[in-house]
């Protein structure tokens, strides 16, 4: 069943994109990631404009993180004072971010922008998190206990507080850092930044595995619905009929992602976030080196 999507002025199959929304949303459930990171791309591959996809999943993801944080709030798993301070961060990204994203649209540059954005994080952090999960596998598999490092660089930070369902006493420097920098991706990429929240909470603020996915969901919904309404008021880019579309099918995949995400290890799930982050990385990248023409656009910019 084709239906035209007025925004991004092109037809595409209802269905698909009703399963590409549950796809995402079953990651969501699992992964504590809104999912964008591998949305976006897919929404590029059947022909979606950067811009629109970047816009519109934004929104998606608010439906699909709320799902699953509902699921979290009841075993209790969500760390609302990390998540407030996340937020704080994510915000004021989100805002810079969006003031990138306009300036290189005016330039006619965002798309480019956009592929390359993914196609860097993607690849560093997939490859971080793939590295650092066969560690952790090899290490229950010699009945090793998760090396966990109860001091370092950031315990020494000031501006202190305690986060009790974490169990840590940090600085609030750093998750105000990270969420900074997640709010920037959420507004030029279109993710709600859980590839990189993820990791940051577990490796650099020291968090708990089960306490990370919740509190992770948490944050995302505010700052990708922030992003959502900057872009739309700012943008015009935002296409109802499309983000409704993907947003029922997230809502119902991220009810099945957290019953699956419960019963997996920890070491399990991270591994195949990590594979499917460079999967997509290397997709992105292919398309950018077999299609020249995407990355160069000159014609367009001298067009004024």
């Known amino acids: 069943m084709q239906i035209y999507l007025p925004i991004a002025e092109v037809s595409v199959n209802a269905f698909l994109l009703l399963g590409l929304g549950g796809l ?3 990651l969501s459930g699992m992964f504590g990631v809104g999912g964008g990171f591998l949305m976006t791309p897919l929404l590029f591959f059947i022909g979606i404009p950067p811009a629109v996809a970047v816009a519109t999943e934004a929104n998606q993801i608010v439906a699909s993180s709320f799902s699953g944080v509902l699921a979290h709030f009841k075993r209790k798993t969500v760390d609302l004072r990390m998540g407030t301070v996340l937020l704080i961060g994510g915000l004021i990204g989100a805002a810079l971010g969006v003031m990138v994203f306009n300036y290189l649209k005016s330039l ?8 390359l954005c993914y196609v860097v994080f993607l690849g560093v952090i997939g490859g ?9 596998i090899r290490n229950v598999k010699k009945g090793k206990a998760p090396a966990r490092k109860k001091h370092n660089w950031i315990h020494g930070l000031p501006l202190k507080m305690r986060f009790r369902v974490s169990g840590l006493y940090i600085s609030v420097i750093p998750p105000l850092i990270v969420g900074v920098t997640v709010g920037i991706l959420a507004a030029i990429m279109g993710v709600g930044g859980g590839f990189i929240m993820v990791p940051a909470m577990i490796y650099l603020l020291g968090m708990p595995t089960k306490v990370v996915v919740g509190t992770s969901l948490f ?6 619905a922030f992003t959502t309404m900057l872009h739309a008021t700012t943008n015009y880019t935002v296409d109802v009929v499309l983000a409704v579309l993907l947003l029922v099918g997230g809502v119902i995949g991220a009810q099945i992602g ?8 920890a070491e399990q799930l991270r591994i195949l976030l990590a594979i499917m982050v460079l999967a997509v990385c290397g997709k992105l990248a292919l398309d950018l080196l077999l299609q020249p023409t995407e990355l160069y656009s ?7």
């Open 108 to 115: 006619g540059q965002v798309d480019l922008l956009v592929k």
């Open 298 to 304: 000159l014609g367009a910019a001298g067009g004024h």
């Open 258 to 265: 957290t019953r699956i995400g419960v019963k997996m290890k």
């Open 128 to 136: 971080l998190m793939f590295l650092e999960s066969l560690r952790a």
């Open 24 to 26: 995402v949303g079953v």
């Open 219 to 224: 944050q995302i919904i505010f700052v990708t």
